[in-house]
Each structure stands twice: as structure tokens, then as C-alpha cells.
């Protein structure tokens, strides 16, 4: 280990509770579907309704989650979380044992797993800031990312053979087992951040942390400050940019990936085994990506890497419906392969770019707000790709959706991305405007 892996423990327990977290999440990916097709015998359209409520709580509850991450600590919320996504996961092979597994079971845990992603997630992307330097952040989202990226590949893979070998709900087991890895990960941590309300005050720049005697800020409604988050979104070129890019890929991305797991068995002829082996190495590009997403902004600048790992990497896409048994596997792994390495390179360089251009007590509400754009397209993804492969055919249905992947690219073609070399590292060099229209100067943007 080197770097902050070496000399900063609270982020290595950190890393290593996020890399469990992935890993018991690629697991589920692979084996909550295989559970509906082997061992419920659904259909198309209830394996896309599936892959809809593991997003849906982005969209029923995103919002208000934002609101409450900044208003307390983040690492309480985090442990919630994990504890919720134990017992939802260490549930399902009881249930099938008891004879109560169904089609509706496992859409609840699905509902529900998908609500403890959301409050993890959103208080992990503004606990991160808090816990390390701006100096850091870049090194430690590269290693989040690639090390993240690793355990869904290691997850996908023993998702498969899990499922093969012990039985789709059984293989649940492995999921239940890595979240109480990372609760005993996240109980180690030692840094505490202070109370959300007193240590945050109006300031003439925006918002932020501040030194000398707190001033206690003054409560203000729920959707006072949803409205805020939104506002911040909509108002900023780059941030209304960068959301409405994430939401029209996200739509297409989940479309067909919420079908891949039927369509190689269903239309490729696969095993359990064999697909969540064949999604693993699919994967690796998603650890290429994490690390190479750095060194590409290095050399081009941000908003050419931006495009670059968001439009031409994903194009290949439209490789993945050429799929057939035997060497035309190569054709799949080559286009899930590309579009991984994409994405996660994407994500790499727009994480550095919001951490450092956002106030820091309006992480927990940016993130919800471009979460609840991004990741609320994700369940009409799914039933969209559902509702297409049972009235269309699955190969059909690929077709379509992985053509929407290049196609979302072209808001960020269209846009002032399009017309720089790099990202602003500023919000008034960004032209951007605080909610209460005010200007606010964040920390450089670093090169990630």
C-alpha cells in the first residue's frame, strides 16, 4: 500500500468498508435477477420492474436525504445504512427456506436496499470532503473509484458462482456477509465531525465551514432548502450540464444493462456461472477507467476528457447486441468493457470537479439534487427496457438501448463543455450563482 492507503487510516477503513459495500452490490446485481429468471421464472418485464425498484427510492426519497445529510453528521447515517442493508440481504435466504419467497418479497428488498443506497451514498459523497485535504481528494477518488470498480468485477464473478453453487437466494448470503464487513469498517473510524448546525454560518460568500466562535444557523424548512439544491442545479451551466447528461445515459445505460443478465441466458444461452464470469471481465474496464480518468484531464484538460471518456468510449456500446455464444462473446466483453471504462472515468473527473466547485454545506444537497435527476431516470430505464423486451424481443431491445448511450453524449456536445479545454475551477470563474444569488469562490478543482 502507498499513499493514503498507508498513512491514513480513517480513509482506509473507509476504502475498505466502500470496497465491501461494491462488492455485496455487484453480487446483488447478478444475483437478484438470477433469483426472478431460475428460480421465480419471470418474465422480461418483472426482471426490469426488479432493476426499477432497486432505483426508484432515488426518486421517492433523494431529495429530502440531501437536505438531512447536511443538517447532521454523516457517518451515523452511513452506519444506518449498512445495518439496513445487512439484515434486508441476510433476510432473503430465510425467506426462501420458510417458502415465502416471491416475486413481491423481493421486490420489497430490492425497494428497500435501494432507500439504504440512497442515504449511504449521499452521506458518503459529503462525509468524503470532511475526512480528507483538497490536496487528497483527488488521490483518494481515484483509488475509491478503481478500488470500487475492482470489487464489482470480483462481485459480479462471485455473484455468478455463488448463485451456480449454493442456489440464487442462498448466493445472497456473500451480500449480507460483505455489509457487516463494512459496518465493522465504518465503527473503526475515529474522526468525528462536529455538529452540522454549529459550525455552519451565513456568510456574504456562500456557505461554508468557519474558523473562530460558530454561530448556530437557523433551522429552516424542508423544502426551503430542497429548493435550494435544485436551484443550485438549475441555475449553474455546468452543473445543469453535467445533470441532464447523467439522466439521459443513465436512462439508456440502465435500459439494456437491467436486461443483460436475461439476455445471455435467455437469448446467448449461458449459465449462472458463466454470465456473472463473462460480467467480471466485462468489468476490468471500469478499474482502467478509475485510473486513466486522472491522467487523460492531466493531458487534455477536464472538458475534453469529459468528452472523450463520455462519448467516444461508451459508443461501443453497440457492440454488445452482437453477442452470440462462443467467440462472439469477444463482442460483449469488448463493448461492456469500453462503456465501463467510460463511465468511471467520467465519474472520476466530475466527482474532483464537484467537490472542489460546490460550498461544502451544500454537498449533501448538490448531490441529492443531481441524484435525484441522474439516478430518477435509472428505474424508467429499467421498465422501459422491460416493457420493450417483452413487446419487442430482447436482441431488439438492445439494439435500442445501447444506441441511446452514445446518443445522451450529445447534451454535453451541444454545451460550453464542448468549447474549453477544462472545467472551471470556480464558481465565479464558472459563471455559476449561489441559490440566494449570491457568488461564491470554491478551492481550485484538482487534477483528477
Known amino acids: 500500500m502507498s499513499g493514503l492507503l498507508r498513512r491514513h487510516p480513517d480513509f482506509r477503513l473507509l476504502w475498505c468498508g466502500e470496497v465491501a459495500g461494491k462488492f455485496g452490490a455487484a453480487v446483488s446485481g447478478v444475483a437478484l435477477p438470477l433469483v426472478a429468471v431460475t428460480t421465480l421464472h419471470a418474465d422480461a418485464f418483472a426482471v426490469g420492474l426488479l432493476g426499477a425498484c432497486t432505483w426508484l427510492p432515488w426518486l421517492l426519497i433523494g431529495l429530502p436525504v440531501g437536505v438531512w445529510v447536511d443538517r447532521v453528521r454523516r457517518r451515523p447515517l452511513m452506519l444506518a445504512a449498512a445495518s439496513l442493508s445487512l439484515l434486508l440481504f441476510a433476510g432473503v435466504p430465510l425467506l426462501a427456506r420458510s417458502g415465502g419467497l416471491g416475486l413481491g418479497p423481493l421486490l420489497a428488498v430490492a425497494l428497500l436496499a435501494g432507500a439504504a ?20 481528494q483527488p488521490e483518494g477518488n481515484a483509488k475509491l473509484h478503481g478500488s470500487a470498480s475492482a470489487a464489482q468485477i470480483a462481485g459480479r464473478g462471485a455473484g455468478g458462482l455463488a448463485v451456480q453453487w449454493a442456489g440464487a437466494a442462498n448466493g445472497l448470503s456473500v451480500n449480507a456477509a460483505t455489509f457487516l464487513l463494512s459496518l465493522l469498517c465504518l465503527l473503526g473510524i475515529r474522526h468525528r465531525e462536529p455538529h452540522r448546525s454549529a459550525k455552519v454560518r451565513e456568510t456574504g460568500q ?31 451551466t455546468w452543473l445543469r450540464t453535467l445533470t441532464l447528461f447523467g439522466a439521459a445515459s443513465n436512462l439508456a445505460l440502465m435500459g439494456y444493462q437491467s436486461l443483460v443478465t436475461v439476455f ?17 471481465v466485462a468489468g476490468t474496464g471500469g478499474v482502467a477507467g478509475a485510473f486513466a480518468g486522472r491522467r487523460i484531464a492531466a493531458r487534455f484538460g477536464t472538458a ?16 454488445i447486441p452482437l453477442s452470440t455464444d ?21 465519474n472520476t473527473v466530475k466527482a474532483g470537479f464537484q467537490q472542489r466547485y460546490c460550498p461544502p454545506a451544500l454537498l449533501g444537497r448538490l448531490t441529492a439534487s443531481t441524484s435525484f435527476v441522474n439516478y430518477g431516470t435509472l428505474p424508467l430505464g429499467a421498465l422501459l427496457g422491460g416493457a420493450l423486451g417483452s413487446a419487442l424481443g430482447l436482441r431488439t431491445t438492445m439494439w435500442i438501448m445501447t444506441a441511446g448511450v452514445p446518443l445522451a453524449a450529445l447534451i454535453l456536445v451541444f454545451s460550453p463543455v464542448r468549447k474549453v479545454r477544462d472545467l472551471p475551477l ?12 449570491g457568488r461564491t469562490d470554491a478551492s481550485p478543482l484538482p487534477g483528477s
Do not use: K, N, W
Open 117 to 136: 443506497a440512497v442515504l449511504f451514498q449521499t452521506a458518503y459523497s459529503a462525509y468524503l470532503p470532511t475526512l480528507l485535504t483538497p490536496p487528497d
Open 206 to 236: 456562500g456557505r461554508g465551514p468557519v474558523d473562530g466562535p460558530p454561530e448556530i444557523r437557523v433551522p429552516r424548512s424542508l423544502f426551503a432548502e430542497i429548493a435550494e439544491g435544485l436551484r443550485l442545479v438549475s441555475g449553474d
Open 264 to 280: 445471455l441466458v435467455r437469448e446467448v444461452g449461458l449459465s449462472p456461472g458463466a454470465v456473472g464470469g463473462l460480467l467480471a
Open 304 to 319: 475534453r476528457a469529459t468528452l472523450l471518456c463520455e462519448l467516444v468510449l461508451p459508443a461501443s456500446a453497440l457492440l
Open 326 to 346: 462462443g467467440a462472439g462473446m469477444l463482442l460483449f466483453v469488448a463493448g461492456s468493457f469500453c462503456v465501463s471504462a467510460g463511465v468511471v472515468a467520467g
Open 426 to 437: 470556480t464558481r465565479s470563474e464558472g459563471g455559476g450563482h449561489t441559490a440566494s444569488g
